[in-house]
């Protein structure tokens, strides 16, 4: 049940250029500091840059900032860039048995289908705008 | 963010036996019922046993039945007995950067844990004496 590594990866990535106190961190800060190792951040980064969530600067003053404002990126957009729609359970809501009725996965979609939606309305909810400022502790 | 396939079919194997109409339906049963590979469903069948969700019975009418009722089996207890605790993200509660502020993992932490917790709720209250009745439809 656990998110996967690149989209956990993702997110991150996407916190850390949200709070960056520079204004673009390039791939080699964002890997050192974060502790992603840098080949798969690159291919985190490139997801994230062709689904519209961040935007790559070349040159001397380049690096990643967000595309649009921390507002008005949520979890669910970051996941899904990543993973693909939030799915929790694959099940087959038309299964039957042979005697015609209901198989047990069927039976069991109405509960997963509400507690997908339940997952993908927290995930909806919290933008980046939402996570408590970097300070010292 | 799928829920494992072995636990799918651990929860599908537990509503099959406590919807079933005979007492004890056998393994052969269950794997047909519900297309579950045999040799897969052998071991989810072993890791609810031990994990006192179900008994297995021998011999001529043996098969396999609920160890206690309906009502006190909850989709927690049948994913817990196969995956383990339910863990959304591997966040890193105190991870730093260089400079001594929590890393993004650490900031993300607190949202994972609460979306976990509510998950858990969830799962804990769905019992297995909640699932509609098998009817034709």
């Known amino acids: 049940m656990e998110i ?3 989209a956990d990866y993702a997110l991150r ?3 850390h ?4 106190t520079n204004s673009r961190p390039t791939i080699n800060e964002i890997a050192r500091s974060e502790k992603i190792p840098r080949e798969f951040l690159a ?5 994230l840059t ?7 600067f070349q040159g001397v003053s380049g690096g990643y900032q967000l ?3 921390p507002a008005q990126i949520t979890m669910l957009d970051v996941i899904e860039a990543i993973s693909g729609p939030v799915v929790l359970n694959l ?12 198989s047990a996965s069927a039976l069991m979609h109405p509960f997963f289908a509400s507690l997908e939606k339940q997952m993908i309305v927290i995930l909806k909810k ?3 705008a939402k996570f408590p400022a970097r300070s010292r502790k």
């Open 67 to 69: 595309a649009r404002r």
């Open 43 to 47: 291919k985190v980064l490139l997801d």
């Open 50 to 56: 062709e689904a519209g969530i961040l935007k790559s």
């Open 126 to 128: 919290q933008t980046f």
């Open 13 to 15: 990535a996407v916190l």
């Open 17 to 20: 250029i949200t709070q960056a």
């Open 91 to 102: 099940c087959e809501p038309n299964q039957k048995l042979k005697d015609g009725t209901p």
């Open 4 to 6: 996967s590594l690149k």
